[in-house]
């Protein structure tokens, strides 16, 4: 459910929507659903657009992943156009993660990780992601 931070176009907002945003990405590995993640991606982000696929093609393989939990280390929202354009800077860790197939094997592992996202958002009586930016902090640091 999105915080009510996220109700403001504002850079808390933004911060807000951002750290939401990076949730759905774990939400919509674990469970396929894709509905609150599409309703927030604008149709020309490439990252999002990725992620789509991506679950897409797990669903069609009849595949699955687990994860351990995102977690969010810190989330900054600046204003670039205030009232329509954002952009955010998320700091979090992601647990490693199994990819299995349709039978239970395991088809990948990732090891657990931690990132700087960057994202560009704009504001339109909601927030939307425009595109995200994703820098390898520290491949074994965790929060």
């Known amino acids: 459910m999105p ?15 951002a750290t939401y945003f990076t949730q759905l990405y774990a939400y919509a590995y674990a469970t396929a659903d894709l509905t609150a993640w599409k309703a927030m991606s604008e149709p020309d982000c490439q990252f999002c657009n990725s992620v789509t696929e991506d679950i897409n093609s797990m669903i069609l393989e009849r595949g699955s992943e687990t994860s351990a ?8 929202g600046t204003p670039i156009e205030p009232g329509a354009f ?16 349709r039978d239970g094997n ?18 339109r009586d909601g927030w939307f992601v425009r595109q995200i930016d994703t820098t390898t902090l520290d491949e074994t640091a965790a929060p």
């Open 3 to 17: 915080p009510e931070a996220m109700s403001t176009p504002s850079g808390d907002g933004a911060a807000a929507a």
């Open 69 to 76: 939990p995102i977690v969010v280390t810190s989330a900054v």
């Open 86 to 101: 954002y952009s955010a800077t998320v700091h979090m860790h992601q647990g490693a993660s199994t990819r299995y197939d």
């Open 106 to 123: 395991v088809v990948t592992t990732g090891v657990a990780r931690s990132y700087e996202l960057l994202f560009a958002l704009a504001w």
